[in-house]
């Protein structure tokens, strides 16, 4: 019983923990940036950059959201590893 | 005294006007000076303007001949290469050991990509999966759905090609037609221990080989209010039969044959995630295939036959960085359930039977599996699997991509691996595969599953246990 109720507290805080993908997707909306418009090594330089993060208004947005919004960005970049699947 | 007066007021006057002409043709020359000065200025704005345009226009053919460059590129290569060095050693059910070690083999694998219009692209793969220091045509390889899928010659195979059409879009029920080659190889979880992203439409553990076929997608998100959720209804050829000595078959159009069917399949595949929670995928299917041709390679149509039908049902979940742990998990149950016609194929039986055997035959299977990373950017992994077949299990792995099909297994079937990741396009594994077999023909659609015992000898001798301890490389860019 006791376990059922650890696993029932663990469910309901599942969406609590770990946010899902498409509050990064509408930051990256807000900010007008495309991740398919890059190359990895591109979004990477962008990332280094005060300037051009300045540009994009990366530089106004938490630690973590930039962590958050780089790896979105680098995982969907044009030459990024993107998943084969029928349709999608 | 009048005239004093008058005299000394025009003179001041006269004074008085000479002044402000003075003023006047002082202001009107500094203007001048001004405007020339402006004139100056704007002279070499012009120039600079000019300048610019002319920078500006050479930026701009040198754009254009990149776009155009970019542009006449109409189709995109990207590379996947594995290289895997095998030990085997088998263990019989007579009790005798077989070690087959240092096996190497390479495969090639050239993937395209191309973006016809903006509803329309196209994805092929070309492979090559061969053995070191070997060019023989491997008989398997003869087989639709394991062209490029098992180690063979070092020819070119089109493992896949197919046509995304895309239609609906921007609507409540966006939609979309895979017409080709489909890409149901590789599928979930595989990914994993390649350490790539999802490489395939179908659940492993149910398909995994090449296949021709239409799919019909719905994006099924805004209905369900559930991000990635996509409904998806197919149709394949499962074996198209062709009779060589006549050179027809009803793979061919217009033609017939009276004698042996085609095996058509057709499933239904839900695609969706657990609601708010990060990078996870829930699959269900059910697949139907029909008039399973008992050997397609067999070309004596009074030999051959078709031997009965099958259900398959499925279902999996599996987690990318459960909860942000660095910890990926999957599980998946698959269900199978054969109808053999009572036909039989030579001396083998029919479909998972013995002659004139029409009973039902239901099996299962569950393979799950966990991959954890650590270290420095999570440059190690370290992973485990199992799965556990019963009686008479069948799937569509012929063509898996581990020459032993490991998810067919009627037995169960252990595996662990360490990874080391090189970099964002490739990684190194380490692994060891521990399979026990407890019935006979895992993976084979004929004869008669039995339980596999000592007493199993000579030309009944078969495989009780298989072990392996592997090293490959994977390379993706």
């Given at each position: 019983m006791q376990e059922m109720k650890k696993i029932i507290l663990l469910f309901i805080f599942i969406p609590f923990l770990n946010a899902s993908d498409s509050n990064v997707i509408a930051l990256a909306q807000s900010l007008n940036l495309s991740a398919g418009s890059k190359a990895i090594v591109q979004w990477e330089r962008v990332f280094k950059s005060k300037k051009k993060m300045k540009r994009y208004k990366i530089n106004t947005l938490s630690p973590i959201e930039k962590i958050e919004l780089e790896e979105y960005l680098i995982e969907h970049a044009i030459d990024s590893d993107q998943p084969t699947i029928a349709g999608v | 005294m009048k005239k004093y007066i008058l005299f000394f007021f025009f003179s001041v006057a006269i004074l008085h006007s000479n002044d402000t002409k003075n003023t006047e043709q002082t202001t009107i020359q500094d203007l001048v000076k001004e405007i020339n000065i402006l004139k100056k200025e704007v002279k070499t704005l012009k120039i600079t303007q000019e300048n610019n345009l002319n920078e500006i226009e050479e930026i701009s053919d040198f754009t254009e001949s990149i776009e155009a460059n970019s542009l006449k590129d109409k189709i995109n290569f990207s590379l996947g290469f594995k290289t895997n060095l095998d030990n085997f050693s088998k263990k019989y059910a007579d009790g005798t050991k077989v070690q087959n070690s240092n096996i190497w083999s390479n495969k090639l694998m050239l993937n395209m990509k191309a973006d016809i219009s903006e509803n329309m692209n196209f994805y092929g793969r070309l492979s090559m999966y061969k053995y070191w220091g070997s060019s023989i045509i491997h008989p398997y390889t003869y087989y639709d759905n394991m062209q490029g899928r098992v180690p063979s010659d070092s020819a070119m195979y089109i493992e896949r090609a197919y046509i995304n059409w895309f239609f609906n879009k921007g609507t409540y029920l966006p939609m979309a037609l895979t017409i080709g080659r489909q890409p149901s190889s590789d599928g979930p979880s595989n990914q994993f221990k390649d350490n790539t992203s999802r490489k395939g439409t179908y659940s492993a553990l149910l398909y995994d080989g090449a296949a021709d076929g239409i799919v019909l997608t719905t994006n099924i998100s805004k209905l369900i209010h559930n991000e990635k959720s996509y409904l998806r209804i197919g149709y394949s050829k499962g074996f198209g039969y062709s009779e060589t000595a006549q050179d027809?078959?009803?793979?061919?159009?217009g033609a017939s044959n009276n004698d042996i069917k085609d095996t058509n399949v057709v499933g239904i595949f839900l695609d969706t995630t657990v609601p708010n929670v990060k990078n996870t995928l829930v699959q269900i299917s059910y697949s139907h295939m029909d008039?399973?041709?008992?050997?397609?390679?067999?070309?004596n149509s009074s030999r051959n036959t078709n031997i009965g039908s099958l259900d398959l049902y499925g279902a999996m979940f599996e987690a990318t960085n459960f909860l942000n742990t660095h910890l990926d998990l999957f599980a998946q149950l698959g269900l199978s359930i054969a109808h053999p016609n009572g036909n039989s194929y030579a001396n083998y039986g029919g479909l998972l039977s013995a002659p004139n055997d029409t009973s039902d035959k239901k099996a299962y299977s569950l393979w799950v599996g966990t991959r954890y990373g650590f270290g420095e950017k999570q440059k190690y992994k370290i992973g485990f699997e199992y799965n556990h077949g019963s009686k008479n299990w069948i799937n569509l792995t012929q063509g898996s991509f581990d020459i032993y099909n490991k998810l067919a297994t009627r037995g169960s079937a252990y595996e662990t691996y360490l990874m080391y990741v090189i970099n964002r396009h490739s990684n190194i594994r380490l692994g060891y595969v521990n399979i026990n077999y407890?019935?006979?023909?895992?993976?084979?659609?004929v004869g008669e599953s039995k339980k596999i015992t000592s007493t199993m000898i000579g030309s009944d001798r078969v495989v009780e246990n298989l072990q392996s301890i592997y090293l490959k490389m994977n390379v993706h860019f």
């Amino acid at each position: 019983m006791q376990e059922m109720k650890k696993i029932i507290l663990l469910f309901i805080f599942i969406p609590f923990l770990n946010a899902s993908d498409s509050n990064v997707i509408a930051l990256a909306q807000s900010l007008n940036l495309s991740a398919g418009s890059k190359a990895i090594v591109q979004w990477e330089r962008v990332f280094k950059s005060k300037k051009k993060m300045k540009r994009y208004k990366i530089n106004t947005l938490s630690p973590i959201e930039k962590i958050e919004l780089e790896e979105y960005l680098i995982e969907h970049a044009i030459d990024s590893d993107q998943p084969t699947i029928a349709g999608v | 005294m009048k005239k004093y007066i008058l005299f000394f007021f025009f003179s001041v006057a006269i004074l008085h006007s000479n002044d402000t002409k003075n003023t006047e043709q002082t202001t009107i020359q500094d203007l001048v000076k001004e405007i020339n000065i402006l004139k100056k200025e704007v002279k070499t704005l012009k120039i600079t303007q000019e300048n610019n345009l002319n920078e500006i226009e050479e930026i701009s053919d040198f754009t254009e001949s990149i776009e155009a460059n970019s542009l006449k590129d109409k189709i995109n290569f990207s590379l996947g290469f594995k290289t895997n060095l095998d030990n085997f050693s088998k263990k019989y059910a007579d009790g005798t050991k077989v070690q087959n070690s240092n096996i190497w083999s390479n495969k090639l694998m050239l993937n395209m990509k191309a973006d016809i219009s903006e509803n329309m692209n196209f994805y092929g793969r070309l492979s090559m999966y061969k053995y070191w220091g070997s060019s023989i045509i491997h008989p398997y390889t003869y087989y639709d759905n394991m062209q490029g899928r098992v180690p063979s010659d070092s020819a070119m195979y089109i493992e896949r090609a197919y046509i995304n059409w895309f239609f609906n879009k921007g609507t409540y029920l966006p939609m979309a037609l895979t017409i080709g080659r489909q890409p149901s190889s590789d599928g979930p979880s595989n990914q994993f221990k390649d350490n790539t992203s999802r490489k395939g439409t179908y659940s492993a553990l149910l398909y995994d080989g090449a296949a021709d076929g239409i799919v019909l997608t719905t994006n099924i998100s805004k209905l369900i209010h559930n991000e990635k959720s996509y409904l998806r209804i197919g149709y394949s050829k499962g074996f198209g039969y062709s009779e060589t000595a006549q050179d027809i078959g009803n793979a061919f159009v217009g033609a017939s044959n009276n004698d042996i069917k085609d095996t058509n399949v057709v499933g239904i595949f839900l695609d969706t995630t657990v609601p708010n929670v990060k990078n996870t995928l829930v699959q269900i299917s059910y697949s139907h295939m029909d008039d399973i041709v008992a050997n397609p390679l067999e070309n004596n149509s009074s030999r051959n036959t078709n031997i009965g039908s099958l259900d398959l049902y499925g279902a999996m979940f599996e987690a990318t960085n459960f909860l942000n742990t660095h910890l990926d998990l999957f599980a998946q149950l698959g269900l199978s359930i054969a109808h053999p016609n009572g036909n039989s194929y030579a001396n083998y039986g029919g479909l998972l039977s013995a002659p004139n055997d029409t009973s039902d035959k239901k099996a299962y299977s569950l393979w799950v599996g966990t991959r954890y990373g650590f270290g420095e950017k999570q440059k190690y992994k370290i992973g485990f699997e199992y799965n556990h077949g019963s009686k008479n299990w069948i799937n569509l792995t012929q063509g898996s991509f581990d020459i032993y099909n490991k998810l067919a297994t009627r037995g169960s079937a252990y595996e662990t691996y360490l990874m080391y990741v090189i970099n964002r396009h490739s990684n190194i594994r380490l692994g060891y595969v521990n399979i026990n077999y407890d019935y006979t023909r895992s993976g084979w659609f004929v004869g008669e599953s039995k339980k596999i015992t000592s007493t199993m000898i000579g030309s009944d001798r078969v495989v009780e246990n298989l072990q392996s301890i592997y090293l490959k490389m994977n390379v993706h860019f």
